[in-house]
């Protein structure tokens, strides 16, 4: 078995097609994923919820941010791709408002065969969708280095510079409430303008 960890969660390669992650909340996120599945959006297919973990089918495929240290010449192409998930994630209904996933950056996009697949939905909820396209610029320009400073300017360019400032506030607060972000980061993000 193999396991990879994240900042929030651990995840176990079962060997089978699938993996265990743990954290979050499993029936939560399975809601959310099984909604999101069910109207196209590209996600692993849920296999099983326990109390402590999902099940989850296993994508085969770097993650984005892999994919783009091995051909940095394609930044514009995959910065487009993050651009085109959230146009289509915010487009499914929840509670009155759209689903947001608010941790959408290249750490959690996988580049499988059939195209990229968004991983990790433990912060989803319903919500504003400029709060969503803010963070995934503030997380790219604050906890990236210098490729996520470069995609962070190319993901502007394409998502639109107006609702990245709207956003920016709530996405802001959200990232500095987060118990994952590390004090270096959260310096960065306070030093943020839009």
């Known amino acids: ?35 999101a599945r069910s109207h196209g959006f590209p996600v692993p297919r849920v296999r ?5 973990a999902l099940v989850l089918e296993r994508i085969d495929g770097p993650t984005m ?3 783009i240290m091995l051909r940095p010449w394609r930044a514009g192409r995959h910065a487009a791709a ?14 009155g ?13 996988l580049v499988a065969p059939g195209g990229p697949v968004v991983i990790d939905w433990t ?3 319903a919500g504003d969708p400029r709060q969503d396209v803010a963070l995934t ?17 190319l993901f502007r360019r394409r ?8 956003g920016l506030p709530a996405a802001v607060a959200f990232r500095l409430a987060d118990p994952n972000v590390t004090d270096a980061e959260r310096e960065r993000v306070r030093g943020v303008r839009a």
Not at 48 to 52: E, P, Y
Not at 97 to 109: F, G, I, S
Request: net charge neutral; proline share 4%; charged share 25%.
């Open 1 to 35: 078995m193999t396991r990879m960890q994240g900042r929030a969660s651990q995840v176990t390669d079962l060997g089978d097609g699938t993996v265990l992650r743990r954290g979050g909340d499993p029936e939560r996120e399975a809601r959310l994923m099984t909604l």
């Open 48 to 52: 099983d919820v326990r109390h402590d």
């Open 65 to 67: 941010s892999h994919a």
């Open 82 to 95: 993050l651009v085109d998930l959230h146009e289509r994630l915010h487009r499914i209904p929840l509670d």
């Open 97 to 109: 408002a759209a689903l947001l996933h608010l941790d959408l950056h290249p750490e959690n996009v």
């Open 123 to 125: 912060n989803a909820r």
């Open 137 to 153: 610029w503030l997380i790219l320009a604050t906890s990236g280095g210098f490729p996520g400073r470069l995609l962070a300017r």
């Open 159 to 166: 998502a639109g510079s107006e609702a990245i400032r709207h």
